[in-house]
């Protein structure tokens, strides 16, 4: 798993550490020291914690202007055992939004199991975010299956298209206009 980076091909467009308004702004990260690990096995150093021991991020692109954000994720997705989604609501959605993103992009591929507890913090979530949306991009099917298990898929944009997009053909501007567009027929 230390072999997996967070997509860097957009860090011309955007870095998180770079930017005044991210929860990432001013960290440092290291090239040679692995200090995070999910499942024992240790994760490349670029990868985000937000608090979660099981889960990690990657803020790789934000539009003020346009109000979204692309997010990536790896490892273990639990909010029955840490509570990831509340630290992920409290702690980067909350700030995020405070800045006026409304539109959420969550890109899945490496997060590996999903454990729900229960939905408040989604539910919550989906209430705040009013004219905006949050679509998840590329999550495994045995990860998905386990948010419609407790009925969260109800919260977020999921299937179809964005179930296999191959997002890091486009740059920032593109992928967020393709996501944009099967988001807006879904909900027209």
Do not use: C
């Not at 899945?108 to 905006?132: A, K, P, R």
């Amino acid at each position: 798993m230390h072999m997996v980076e967070p997509h860097y091909l957009w860090r011309d467009y955007y870095i998180a550490s770079e930017d005044p308004h991210s929860p990432f702004y001013e960290r440092e990260y290291s090239e040679f020291e692995f200090g995070n690990s999910v499942y024992n096995y240790v994760i490349h150093p670029q990868w985000d914690f937000f608090g979660s021991n099981t889960l990690f991020m990657k803020i790789i692109y934000v539009d003020y202007e346009a109000s979204y954000v692309v997010m990536e994720f790896i490892g273990e997705w639990n909010d029955a055992i840490e509570n990831d989604i509340m630290t992920l609501k409290r702690d980067i959605i909350e700030p995020l939004m405070e800045n006026g993103i409304n539109q959420f992009i969550l890109i899945g591929e490496n997060v590996l199991n999903f454990h729900y507890s229960d939905d408040s913090y989604y539910e919550e979530w989906f209430e705040e975010v009013e004219d905006g949306w949050v679509a998840f991009i590329n999550f495994h099917e045995h990860v998905m299956r386990e948010f419609r298990t407790i009925h969260l898929d109800q919260y977020f944009v999921t299937g179809g298209e964005l179930d296999d997009l191959d997002w890091r053909t486009y740059n920032p501007h593109q992928f967020y206009r393709k996501v944009s567009g099967i988001v807006n027929k879904r909900l027209a």
